[in-house]
T-cell receptor
């Protein structure tokens, strides 16, 4: 099983809303990631969790708040987003050793109105 | 500053052609290089390369890493319309940081 599951698949939210993106994997991977991808651009790394601890924050604005409740789950809490935050948000996971392969979820297509 | 650059940015070929996609990198603490194919949503894994000069092969696709030249190539032979996608290379650094290149958009026309 190499599946990373993301919900919801699509999300439309207003600039004053609070919403959360969810990601789940059952591969026993201890590294999990959030990426943001704009149209016709490569994915940009946002956050890395390693053994449920935030290890990398790529200077992401505080309106994005990641959370890793346990080794299988990764959330991204959204608050007071801007229209330019509209993008595909991808979650990935990998084994925490020697640059293991990252497996990606199908993403959440977020539109901020 | 870390950089991962792919070339060409886009490519249009006819079915049956052979294509070579390039990825060059300048990163500190390199661990491995990965190739992904992205069609609609999630990038799907193709190859992981850690050692120089060892070719990885899967069907019509093959890839090789040159650590001296800090680069990798992805070859696709006898291209098919189903190969149309964006091909991404990603460099993995220590600390499990994955950084993607600019991507190559491949279009295969019948």
């Amino acid at each position: 099983d190499t599946e990373v599951t993301q919900t919801p698949k699509h999300l439309v939210m207003g600039m004053t809303n609070k919403k959360s993106l969810k990601c789940e994997q059952h591969m026993g991977h201890r590294a999990m990631y959030w990426y943001k991808q704009k149209a016709k651009k490569p994915p940009e790394l946002m956050f890395v969790y390693s053994y449920e601890k935030l290890s990398i924050n790529e200077s992401v604005p505080s309106r994005f708040s990641p959370e890793c409740p346990n080794s299988s789950l990764l959330n991204l809490h959204l608050h007071a987003l801007q229209p330019e935050d509209s993008a595909l948000y991808l979650c990935a996971s990998s084994q925490e050793v020697r640059g293991g392969v990252a497996f990606f979820g199908q993403g959440t297509r977020l539109t901020v109105v | 500053e870390d950089k991962v650059v792919q070339s060409p940015l886009s490519l249009v070929v006819h079915e049956g052609d052979t294509v070579t996609l390039n990825c060059s990198y300048e990163v500190t603490n390199f661990r491995s290089l990965l190739w992904y194919k992205q069609e609609k949503k999630a990038p799907t894994f193709l190859f992981m390369l850690t050692s120089s000069g060892i070719e990885k092969k899967s069907g019509r696709l093959s890839s090789i890493l040159d650590k001296k030249e800090l680069s990798s190539i992805l070859n696709i032979t006898a291209t098919q319309t189903g190969d149309s996608a964006i091909y991404l290379c990603a460099v993995v650094k220590t600390g499990n940081q994955f950084y993607f290149g600019t991507g190559t958009s491949l279009t295969v026309i019948p």
